[in-house]
């Protein structure tokens, strides 16, 4: 059983970036990652892609949210749930810079 991800403060105004301690590619409209540091392979679905290709350069989180909620068929309160806890995973994980 793995630990549990430990919520970080993410707020609409933060800014977040892939970290530098990754490398990605594109497989058919999903995300590979491989984090560098520690040598794991992350697979991030059709809407985790997406997510992930917003935030190869630094973005708002209400950025992020509201090009999900016009790309996608899914309510606001999904929409925040779902992108909050990617948010946090892949911060928990090492693959997320978080700006104040």
């Given at each position: 059983?793995?630990?549990?991800?430990?919520?970080?403060a993410?707020?609409?105004?933060?800014?977040?970036?892939?970290?530098?301690?990754?490398?990605?590619?594109?497989?058919?409209?999903?995300?590979?990652?491989?984090?560098?540091?520690?040598?794991v392979?992350y697979?991030?679905?059709?809407?985790?892609?997406?997510?992930w290709?917003?935030?190869?350069?630094?973005?708002?989180?209400?950025?992020?949210?509201?090009?999900?909620l016009?790309?996608?068929?899914?309510?606001?309160?999904?929409?925040?749930?779902?992108?909050?806890?990617?948010?946090?995973?892949?911060?928990?994980r090492?693959?997320?810079?978080?700006?104040?």
């Amino acid at each position: 059983m793995s630990a549990p991800i430990e919520k970080i403060a993410l707020a609409p105004s933060s800014i977040v970036c892939a970290s530098a301690d990754q490398v990605s590619c594109d497989l058919d409209g999903e995300a590979a990652i491989l984090d560098l540091k520690q040598g794991v392979y992350y697979g991030l679905n059709t809407v985790g892609a997406a997510v992930w290709a917003l935030i190869a350069e630094p973005r708002r989180v209400d950025e992020i949210e509201r090009a999900v909620l016009a790309e996608f068929d899914v309510t606001p309160e999904q929409c925040h749930r779902d992108l909050y806890e990617l948010l946090n995973e892949l911060a928990a994980r090492g693959l997320l810079r978080i700006e104040p």
